[in-house]
């Protein structure tokens, strides 16, 4: 065992790490949905009246039994957990009466003990550097004839489904194409010209003046495409046409203003404050949007509000281009939200575009946990509690979404004939797949944490997610498959997602600078 492993193992035992603990100084219980953890867990199991202590009893995977007493019903398992398996866990808490000594059940458990991170050495080796990573994922991004159709047609390829969400996807095909124009001269006139293509196309079919939308581009877009094929393979499109995803108008918002930085041309820039001009003037009293809204009438669709960074991140970067306070302090606003919505609660709520809206912990991500990580590291490290919230929160997305070793087999997208890549990172409770966008992310958050802590741990499991991509990665197209769970996912590709391919990309141009792999 090298000492990064050693030193992980160390951290996976100890009650210091446990996360969030449910029924503390008023905190809830996150867990409620979980089914896998890495760190030691507590439950909210049922408080008996007139129980005098109750007894925790575990049957690990190996069939040993590890008990323990306690005297309430919400113990964290810290006796018990070094000893456990990893594995499925079946757990029982029973109370004892203090009067008639008789046993009654407080509750019952079943879950995944996760094995702890096992060290670089116990891994296989990169196939590739990660800056060639990063430069084959964007090459095979330019090359592609989706992503050429743009360049050629001026408009979404008809037959790649996922173009059915444009906001997503011709959004993160510009901020790609003018990182490759930088990566690769000779390809940056056509890069750049594709790159306007794309924007110019959603600024075609951004809702116009008569409407309750007026200046927002589409989060669902049926137009020139294949309707057949996008039924057969997004389905939840259609149901959702008349409505607008309001996460997903600042991700255009941002693309718009680095095209007007490339290109000169103010008419992005006016259109990325025609989205600001509209999240300014609809901002809800408690700092964020409903998340859903239609587009016929404007009004929301659900009470779910929205929990993206990205949205900070466009408030930000149009105060910066305008100098207007009023952005400044919605930016403010929202991160006042998002630090009790979110970082308070912990109800790391997924919102995609292709998922039903969930209740409060029944679907969790960790993809906003990743990045207040970020948001903490950039902006708030001079507040020692806020970096330690930042670790905790790291904890968090490891304990529910990294996968060092075996997947569990409980896993209801896991039907145990197709071999599951890891270490990988899965993406959220109703999609618990190991995808390359989410391994990319949370890489990305343990580089953060490096940077500001100087613990080569972190680093060492940045790297380990960052050694999976490049295997992976088709060495030959350059192409990175979105879901890892099919022996030959790099060769045939099912249910890309090009968005994710290019996000991992980038992600690997950071590891290659944190690792001096970049001058």
């Known amino acids: 065992m090298d000492r990064y492993a050693a030193q992980a193992l160390k951290e996976y035992n100890s009650e210091e790490n446990i996360i969030r603990q449910g029924g ?89 003990k996760m094995a702890p991170f096992p060290g670089r050495e116990a891994l296989p080796p990169r196939a590739c550097s990660y800056r060639e990573c990063a430069r084959k994922a964007f090459g095979y991004v330019f090359n592609d004839p989706t992503t050429q159709y743009w360049l050629t047609h001026g408009k979404p390829k008809p037959d790649y489904y996922h173009n059915v969400y ?174 009790k919505a979110r970082l308070e609660n912990y109800n790391w709520e997924g919102q995609f575009e292709d998922s039903v809206l969930s209740s409060n912990y029944s679907n969790l991500t960790h993809i906003d946990a990743d990045h207040m990580i970020d948001y903490i590291v950039h902006n708030l490290t001079d507040d020692p509690q806020m970096l330690k919230q930042a670790k905790e929160l790291m904890r968090f997305v490891e304990d529910q979404f990294v996968v060092w070793g075996d997947f569990p087999e409980w896993n209801s997208y896991y039907d145990g004939q197709e071999r599951w890549y890891s270490p990988a990172v899965l993406e959220q409770y109703a999609w618990y797949v190991p995808i390359d966008g989410s391994t990319a992310i949370v890489l990305n958050a343990f580089l953060n944490l490096y940077s500001v802590t100087g613990d080569r741990l972190y680093l060492e499991k940045a790297c380990a997610l960052g050694d999976s991509i490049t295997r992976m990665q088709n060495p030959e197209s350059g192409v990175i498959p979105t879901h890892w769970v099919t022996t030959d996912c790099s060769t045939v590709l099912k249910n890309f997602w090009i968005n994710c391919h290019i996000g991992t990309a980038f992600h690997m141009l950071t590891l290659a600078e944190a690792t001096g792999e970049i001058a």
């Open 24 to 112: 503390i100084n008023g905190q809830p219980f996150w867990n409620v949905f979980a089914s896998q953890f890495m760190f030691i867990p507590a439950f909210s199991f049922s408080k008996i009246p007139g129980a005098k202590t109750y007894i925790y009893t575990a049957t690990d995977s190996e069939g040993k039994t590890h008990s323990f007493t306690a005297e309430g019903p919400c113990a964290p398992l810290t006796p018990i957990w070094a000893a456990l398996a990893p594995g499925l866990v079946e757990l029982k808490v029973e109370a004892i009466h203090k009067r008639s000594e008789k046993v009654f059940s407080a509750g019952a458990r079943s879950f995944y």
């Open 166 to 339: 444009p906001s997503k996807t011709a959004s993160s095909i510009i901020t790609a194409m003018l990182a490759y124009g930088k990566i690769e001269p000779a390809h940056k006139a056509a890069a750049l010209k594709l790159a306007a293509n794309a924007a110019d196309y959603l600024l075609s079919i951004t809702y116009g003046a008569d409407s309750a939308l007026a200046g927002l581009p589409p989060t669902y877009s049926f137009a020139g495409l294949d309707k057949a094929i996008v039924d057969a393979n997004a389905p939840a499109a259609d149901g959702r046409k008349h409505t607008v995803m309001m996460i997903y108008p600042a991700s255009v918002g941002n693309a718009y203003l680095q095209l007007e930085k490339a290109l000169g041309d103010e008419k992005y820039g006016k259109a990325a404050l025609r989205i600001a001009e509209y999240y300014r003037n609809n901002v809800l009293p408690n700092g964020s949007w409903y998340l859903q809204i239609s587009e016929k009438t404007g009004k929301k669709e659900a009470d779910n509000c929205c929990g993206s960074f990205g949205i900070l991140k466009f408030l930000h970067n149009i105060y910066e281009k305008t100098n207007d306070e009023s952005y400044r302090q919605l930016e403010r606003n929202y991160f006042a939200y998002l630090s």
